[in-house]
């Protein structure tokens, strides 16, 4: 099990982060007789005015591939993932040259849970282009990466760099391939990289904090706290840390920076849903570490410090005695 990797604690969404999801209402399953009734209804547009529109488009222009991904797309967008992907292979089966057709196939059969092949639409459609396009080269090295073919998937990466070196997102995704690798200094580099371009990108700012856990000693540096900081709070600084360090099989630094987040904030689950798996994987109790003062707190301690009752002076000066 993995620990959740927190983006601003979910307060914005933004890149490749984990968000807060609410509850999804799922389709009940209908019998086999029966669902196939609602699927041939949906394939055939009953109920839904824009299917049937482009299914009419279809059948007077048998050779618009824009309208057969229109159709796809609205598949998708109703729920039926199935013939989405059905209408991307009719799409590629009979314009083999259209760039957007593979592209469209390739995404249906990723969000499909089917990397592999989606890697070799995409790796196909590069190899055949004398020319490939900057997006088709993105998408083969991402799918590639997760396909698990990291050499390939860097050669793909490095290929969008030599097109245009000045997209952020580019040195962000050669960066990620090379973090899979675990060729730490340089996906540091490439992170670093694509913060120079876009300092407001947190995905590479949170892709840059876990390289640096990942390289470091067994605490993680200030500069790694500090660039998880610069994308959320404390907080999820101490999370995001601790997702590292997990990943690293460092179940104690793990816990410890847990126990520190959670000094920060105790409103957000997710924390204390990664608590409960380190505990599960190592086996010792949780104890709730206990809050640290706010700014305001400790204003108002100085104040009562400085102007208060005896027995806060009191307190003062033992503790000053004591050191």
Known sequence: MRLLLLVLATLAACGCGRHQHAARMQRPKL????????????????????????????????????????????????????????????????????????????????????????????????????????????????????????????????????????????HNNLGYNLLLQERYPEAAE??????????????????????????GPATPSADAIAQFQRAADLAIAHNNAATALYERGDLAGARKELETALEYRRDLPQILENLRLVAADDGQPIEMPRPRPGWLQKVGHGIKVAFGTPDVRQKTGTAEAAR
């Open 190 to 215: 490439a992170f670093r990289r694509a913060l120079e371009l876009n300092g407001a990108s947190l995905t590479a700012r949170n892709n840059l904090g876990r390289t640096l856990v990942q390289m």
């Open 31 to 170: 019998p086999p007789m029966m669902q196939q009734q609602v699927v041939n209804a949906v394939n055939a547009g009953d109920g839904n005015i824009r299917v049937r529109r482009l299914r009419e488009r279809l059948a007077a222009e048998p050779r618009n591939v824009t309208a057969r991904l229109e159709l796809a797309t609205e598949y998708g967008a109703m729920g039926y993932p199935e013939l989405e992907l059905e209408h991307c292979r009719i799409a590629v089966e009979r314009f083999p040259d259209s760039s957007i057709a593979v592209e469209r196939l390739a995404k249906s059969l990723r969000r499909a849970g089917s990397p592999q092949q989606a890697a070799e639409v995409i790796a196909g459609l590069v190899a055949q282009q004398a020319t490939p396009t900057l997006e088709a080269l993105a998408w083969a090295g991402i799918l590639l990466d997760e396909a698990t073919r990291f050499r390939e998937g860097e050669a793909m990466h490095r290929r969008a760099l030599a097109f245009d070196g000045r997209r952020d997102y580019l």
